[in-house]
Nanobody, 119 residues
Framework: QVQLVESGGGSVQAGGSLRLSCAAT????????MGWFRQAPGKEREWVAS???????MYTDSVKGRFTISRDNSKNTLFLQMISLKPEDSAIYYC?????????????WGQGTQVTVSS
């Protein structure tokens, strides 16, 4: 059974940094595609970043240059390093994993971790 557990969320001021972690069990983070999504109150969930085989990374335009997705295969953990945070980054952040390598569909989801950025 696949389980994804996020941690690292919290409250920071604008310009601050946070590092989110996603510990995976029943799934090997290096195999297919993993990603981060976020959902702000009253908004739809949006894709933030993905990492594929060979560590190919992709980002939504609003976070490029500020967020970095990475993984530690030895710890079977996915990360999202966030710097220069803005109030509009406030949301619940979800870790997701795909059973395939194309990053088109995510089959497994974590419970989410709250990120709040104050101005």
């Amino acid at each position: 059974q696949v389980q994804l557990v996020e941690s690292g969320g919290g409250s920071v001021q604008a310009g601050g940094s946070l590092r989110l972690s996603c510990a995976a069990t029943g799934y090997t983070v290096s195999t297919a595609c993993m990603g981060w999504f976020r959902q702000a109150p009253g908004k739809e969930r949006e894709w933030v970043a993905s990492i594929r085989r060979y560590s190919i990374t992709m980002y939504t335009d609003s976070v490029k240059g500020r967020f970095t997705i990475s993984r530690d295969n030895s710890k079977n953990t996915l990360f999202l390093q966030m710097i220069s945070l803005k109030p509009e980054d406030s949301a619940i952040y979800y870790c997701a994993a795909s059973a395939t390598s194309d990053c088109l569909t995510f089959h497994y989801w974590g419970q989410g971790t709250q990120v709040t950025v104050s101005s």
